[in-house]
């Protein structure tokens, strides 16, 4: 295993590209994966990220590290799971919208409860939509997790609206609740940089991953509110590369990770930072 990607960036890219909007072919999406598990990056890439709904695809070789998304009913996850294992690959993760905006997340979280106690190898997360409910939820995810379930929260951080882009305020706000919660907890959607930018075509202002980084670090370090939304609303690399360094050889606390279109977009990023040394020692 290569050891020139730091433990602090380890598992934190999801390969996303079979998720929308990706346009690549099914084949083109297992072959790159295929060369990124070969590569002298290979730890910073999580698993490859199927929807529900591409179940019956052929997901050879087997023993691919698969996470499924749910693009369907809740109820139906178990038979996913199952049929990909039985092709073969190794499932260790699901997500699940628990809600839309504005709806109880309750009844969704119930579901996922039951899946997490039947699949008890899986990792599962609950998309919460951060809206009215989101606290109630939280604390329901912190009790099962406290009777020993292996479920953690998953929040939206972007979308084709600009009230799906939380500010960074309000971003600093859920980091620090699942930090007192004691919960570990991923980002989908509006992270597609290394840094807090405005797209030109958008508009929208995207969190970036360094921020995020930071804000966790800082935030598991006991920060308030205040002090995490100041390093995720950073858009110069200045006060964010320095803190990332010194905590490179460190596991990444709270933030579990993120999911990509294409995980070479982060890797350069982080090499041109020269947070990673591009596979040279």
């Known amino acids: 295993m290569s050891t020139l990607v730091p433990p602090l960036f380890a598992g934190l890219v999801d390969d ?16 790159a994966h295929a060369k990124h598990r070969d590569s002298w990056y290979e730890p910073l890439v999580g698993a490859l990220l199927v929807p529900s709904s591409l179940v019956d695809l052929d997901l050879s070789p087997r023993g691919l590290a698969v996470g499924v998304v749910n693009d369907a009913a809740i109820s139906a996850l178990p038979a996913v799971v199952a049929k990909l294992r039985a092709a073969g690959a ?30 008890t190898d899986l990792d599962v997360y609950a998309e919460i939509p951060l809206s009215w409910g989101l606290l109630a939820g939280l ?9 020993g379930l292996r479920i953690a929260p998953k929040f939206r951080v972007g979308g084709l609206a600009a009230e799906l882009f939380p500010t960074p305020v ?18 989908a959607a509006g992270i597609r940089h290394a840094l807090r930018h405005t797209d030109p075509e958008t508009g929208f202002t995207h969190h970036g991953f360094l921020n995020v980084l930071v804000g966790s ?5 006991g920060g308030e509110v205040a002090e995490v939304a100041e390093a995720l609303g950073a858009t110069h690399p200045v006060p964010l590369v320095e803190p990332v360094r010194s905590r490179r050889d460190q596991p990444r606390p709270l933030w579990v990770g993120f999911g990509a279109g294409n995980v070479l977009e982060p890797l350069t990023e982080l090499i041109r930072l020269g947070l ?4 040279y020692e």
């Open 16 to 31: 996303a590209s079979l998720l929308p909007p990706g346009i690549v072919g099914f084949r083109e999406v297992l072959e």
């Open 90 to 119: 190794v499932v260790g993760q699901v997500e699940a919208a628990v809600a839309r905006r504005g709806e109880d997340p309750q009844p969704g979280l119930a579901a996922l409860r039951e899946l997490a106690a039947d699949q």
């Open 139 to 147: 604390d329901t995810v912190a009790g099962l997790r406290a009777d």
């Open 170 to 187: 309000e971003l600093a706000a859920v980091i620090c609740a699942c930090r007192d919660r004691d919960l570990p907890f991923k980002l």
């Open 217 to 221: 670090a800082v935030a598991a370090e």
């Open 276 to 279: 990673i040394n591009g596979g």
